[in-house]
């Protein structure tokens, strides 16, 4: 398994509320169509001034997997529209996995 971190500042101009209800909605619909896509987990961070406004933790079964599915023009072109809409910047990186202690849910 593989992350694909996606590290975002909101746009200034947007409240908390307006960054999290604009960056759940249509852009959250279409990332959902990401072929292989095994799981999404978006964070918005707390406190006083963090680096990053939110994360968004994409997971597939590879870095190709990941690459191949956020290569989809269509689906690329509908993300992209939809992030300009809440990011003023989105920097992408990608993680392996290592559980130190499990979540109990």
Excluded: N
Excluded at 14 to 40: C, D, M, N
Excluded at 46 to 75: K, N, Q, Y
Excluded at 82 to 103: P, W
Aim: hydrophobic residues 40%.
């Amino acid at each position: 398994m593989i992350r694909r971190l996606s590290l975002v500042r909101k746009r200034p101009e947007l409240s908390r509320a307006e960054f999290v209800e604009r960056w759940t909605g249509e852009h959250v619909e279409i990332a959902k169509q990401l072929p292989g896509l095994r799981g999404y987990v978006i964070h918005v961070l707390d406190g006083e001034s963090p680096p990053f406004d939110g994360i968004a933790v994409t997971t597939f079964d590879s870095r190709e997997d990941a690459e191949r599915a956020f290569g989809i023009p269509e689906l690329a072109d509908g993300l992209r529209r939809t992030r300009d809409d809440f990011a003023a910047s989105v920097e992408v990186c990608f993680a392996e996995e290592h559980v130190i202690v499990e979540e109990e849910r």
